[in-house]
């Protein structure tokens, strides 16, 4: 059982260093693709993500956890102009589940408006998911949908321009423990509702767009603590960390 | 079970650094150039003018506007059309467009109107820029 298991963890952790390693070609564009491109980042970094290693506790339990999601920076250039997009370095994400001994998965999130560096993010979102555990390999089939709006200067310098954006998908994910470290991958497939509104000039911008997503992580558990590192590679444009406190009981 | 522990070790040892060094990156398109439409020579409507109008100045400059036009775009041409749309709006060829043309706002501002396209907009390359001032000059073919 250990081979394959070794051999399955190996491929996922290559596959996943390809698809960061691949070298991505050049593509002539227009403005309207970089702003869809520009509201993608944005919808899927706040998008609902596992965080968390799918083992199925002894017993029930709640979990309550702390996200930290670092930014990545990136190139604001729309046409011939430099947007004055500047997030934060990363946003905090506050999530309550609860684990049932027998797998099913209940998750919560939410956040109020509160600016931080001219910028704010109001978000609602839920989650449900079934894990089982075949022998020492555990696995989860999670749902989640998620929607807010993002306010902030992303047109022009002091604006209150808006992002609305509604993420729902799905992703399967396997992973074991190994003593208190619990290693874990998966994949998911998700789609996206986004609406711009510009302020300045009027402008409403909307799309839908579908995308994939890998992930690989690794949990350390510490007493009622767990602690989690997720890498996510989304389609062949964004790849982002989720780090993760939890405190279960 | 415990035999698989130093293979899977082993492989986070060798694997795990180089993934999380490049865990975070983020391709806005921001440094890809922008979409070049070729114009035959002489420039005329149908060997690439229309192309090049309905990508970068057609987006925002229709009747009624898209979504993505500013609110205060004109109505009174759409430049998705040569003459002028079916529902009679006046489209490139008309003569307020040529003279603009003409006048330079492709490079920069012209009475009191901003350069076209505007700045977040696709930029037009020079030799677009040369192939619909060529084509205005020519009364718009």
């Not at chain 2, 082993?10 to 391709?27: K, Q």
Request: proline fraction near 9%; hydrophobic fraction near 45%; aromatic fraction near 6%.
């Amino acid at each position: 059982m250990a081979r394959p298991l070794a051999r399955g963890l190996a491929v996922l952790l290559v596959a996943t260093l390809l698809l960061i390693a691949a070298p991505r070609p050049s593509q002539a564009v227009t403005f309207l693709e970089q702003i869809e491109r520009l509201r993608l980042l944005a919808a899927l970094l706040l998008d609902l993500r596992p965080g968390q290693a799918p083992l199925v506790p002894k017993t029930g339990q709640f979990d309550a956890t702390l996200e930290v999601i670092p930014t990545p920076g990136f190139n604001t250039q729309v046409g011939g102009k430099q947007e004055p997009i500047d997030p934060p370095p990363a946003f905090p994400r506050l999530r309550l589940r609860y684990l049932s001994a027998d797998g099913l998965m209940l998750g919560v999130t939410a956040s109020p408006a509160i600016e931080v560096l001219h910028y704010s993010a109001a978000y609602a979102g839920g989650e449900l998911g079934l894990r089982h555990a075949f022998g020492p390999l555990h696995a989860e089939l999670r749902g989640f949908a998620i929607a807010g709006q993002l306010r902030g200067p992303f047109a022009q310098a002091g604006a209150r321009d808006t992002l609305r954006f509604a993420n729902r998908g799905a992703d399967l994910r396997a992973g074991v423990p190994l003593g208190a470290l619990a290693l874990y991958g998966g994949a998911g497939r998700g789609s996206t509702t986004t609406e711009l509104d510009v302020q300045a000039d009027g402008a409403r911008i909307k799309g839908d767009n579908a995308y994939s997503y890998w992930l690989a992580g690794a949990g350390w558990a510490s007493g009622d603590w767990q602690f989690t590192l997720e890498q996510n590679v989304s389609e062949n444009f964004l790849r982002h960390v989720i780090l993760a406190a939890s405190l279960r009981w | 079970m415990r035999r698989g522990y130093p293979t899977l070790l082993v492989l986070l040892a060798l694997l795990l650094p180089p993934a999380l060094a490049g865990c975070l990156d983020a391709e806005s398109l921001g440094d890809q150039p922008p979409t070049v439409v070729p114009v035959g020579s002489p420039p005329q409507w149908n060997n690439g003018v229309m192309e090049l109008m309905q990508l970068k100045c057609g987006v925002c400059h229709r009747v009624p506007r898209s979504e993505v036009s500013p609110v205060y775009v004109p109505q009174t041409f759409d430049l998705n059309y040569q003459v002028s749309s079916p529902s009679g709006v006046p489209g490139a060829q008309d003569p307020l467009v040529l003279a603009r043309i003409g006048a330079g706002i492709l490079r920069g501002p012209v009475a009191g109107k901003p350069r076209m396209p505007l700045d977040y907009a696709t930029p037009l390359v020079p030799a677009e820029i040369t192939a619909l001032e060529t084509w205005a000059a020519a009364g718009g073919p």
